[in-house]
């Protein structure tokens, strides 16, 4: 029998293919999309041209940002049939399951944006475009509330506050969760970007490629986690409670989330970021709770694990304090990595190779078969 390489359990440290979009500096705490650094975009910029980054590989002119917004604001829509499933589903069903069946839904409807290669640029923008729509509608239904009308005239950022909170949302926090959508819209080959782009390796469609990514962010050791922070807030209480409580889990051996990276060796930028809006937004509501209740954690989490904080630690208290329910944090994650998954699958068209690795084999070879009716 051929034996394969070391195994590589995680795939960790392994390049498993060449990518324009996106580099992460793991020790020098770097985050880089298409060349521009996270932190200029995320004082600049805004979702949809970070998406058109993503997906052209270049900053657009003022003209093709525009046109850009106007495509996107145009297709919020969502189909009567889409609309009647999401009436259907469960009150009390986890919203990334409700995402995840209704974007595979969304296929059946919608065949010509569905198409593998060049042409799925169409489907990537109906799927960012769209994904506000469908979080607000969960919300909304599971709330007893009618669907809300698109509103074109929004920016993507503060439509789907809208969309969700069914109220207009001031300067500050648009441009929270502007920040916010900037900071998650991509990440190199992060578990959900891996898995799109092993499905669209076997050139499934795009739509298909982001139900695998959906189901994969799900998990709390990947997009779930900020939902676990704020759980672990609620369980603190009080900034003088953190040493005891963390204390006592990590002596349990439980992970404290929103901390430890499989890339960064040091602080991610993006909990840099999100720390600073997370004392501005706390600050603009008159509350600080969570800000100071984060940073105690996070000195005790330091001190006895040396472990730095992700980009999950800050961002569940951002969206705390914007209105966002704990349980469509992560769906809040989908509609902003969505403009990453895309990109990713459009560039695993561009360059394609079916993703397929090998496992090594730790089981017999040469085992007796015996018919059924004579086993024991
Ligand atoms: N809390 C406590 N201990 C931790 C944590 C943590 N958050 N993260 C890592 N460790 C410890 C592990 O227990 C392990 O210790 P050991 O060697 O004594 O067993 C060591 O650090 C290495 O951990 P691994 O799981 O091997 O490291 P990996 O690179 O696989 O982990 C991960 C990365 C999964 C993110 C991990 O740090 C973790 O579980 N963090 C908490 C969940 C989280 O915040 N996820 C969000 C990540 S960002 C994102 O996906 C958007």
Redesign the pocket.
Same mark, same amino acid.
């Given at each position: 029998m051929v034996e394969p390489a070391d195994v590589q359990k %995680?795939l @960790?440290d392994v390049i498993a293919l060449e990518s324009r979009i996106c580099y992460i500096d793991g020790k020098g705490g770097r985050l880089i999309y298409d060349g521009y650094d996270i932190r200029d975009l995320a004082a600049n910029s805004n979702f949809e041209e970070v998406a058109y980054l993503l997906w052209y590989g270049r900053l657009p002119t003022s003209t093709q940002l525009a046109e850009l917004k106007q495509r996107l604001a145009g297709l919020r829509e969502l189909p009567a049939p889409v609309l009647r499933l999401l009436t259907a589903m469960p009150r009390d069903a986890l919203p990334m399951d409700v995402l995840r069946t209704v974007v595979s839904a969304l296929a059946v409807y919608e065949p010509d944006e569905t198409k593998p290669g060049e042409a799925s640029i169409g489907g990537a923008q109906r799927l960012s475009a769209i994904l506000p729509a469908i979080l607000g509608t969960i919300h909304r239904l599971r709330n007893g509330l009618p669907a809300l009308a698109p509103r074109p005239e929004l920016s993507h950022a503060s439509w789907l506050l809208y969309a969700i909170r069914g109220t207009d949302s001031n300067e500050l926090e648009t441009r929270a969760l502007d920040v916010a959508l900037i900071l998650h819209a991509d990440?190199e080959l992060? !578990?959900s970007t891996f898995a799109a782009r092993v499905t669209a390796s076997t050139l499934s469609d795009l739509y298909s490629a982001v139900t695998s990514a959906i189901g994969t962010l799900k998990g709390?050791?990947?997009?779930g !986690?900020n939902e676990r922070v704020m759980e672990l807030l609620e369980e603190i209480g009080t900034p003088e409670k953190a040493e005891e409580v963390v204390r006592a889990k990590?002596a349990r051996? @439980? $992970?404290?989330? %929103?901390? %430890?990276? $499989?890339v960064y060796k040091v602080e991610d930028p993006r909990a840099t970021i999100l720390r600073e809006w997370s004392k501005r937004i706390g600050e603009a509501k008159g509350n600080l709770r969570y800000y100071d209740l984060l940073r105690a954690v996070e000195g005790v989490?330091h001190r006895e694990?040396g472990?730095y904080p992700?980009?999950?630690l800050y961002s569940g208290s951002v969206y705390t304090l914007l209105g966002i329910p704990k349980d469509l944090f992560t769906p809040v994650f989908a509609a902003s990595r969505v403009a990453g998954w895309t990109a990713h699958v459009l560039e695993e068209y561009q360059d394609l190779r079916l993703i397929r690795p090998t496992a090594r084999y730790v089981g017999p070879v040469d085992l007796v078969y015996s018919p059924i009716g004579s086993r024991g």
């Open positions: %995680g @960790e990440h992060n !578990a709390p050791l990947h997009g !986690a990590l051996h @439980e $992970r404290i989330m %929103g901390f %430890g990276h $499989r989490v694990k472990l992700n980009v999950d």
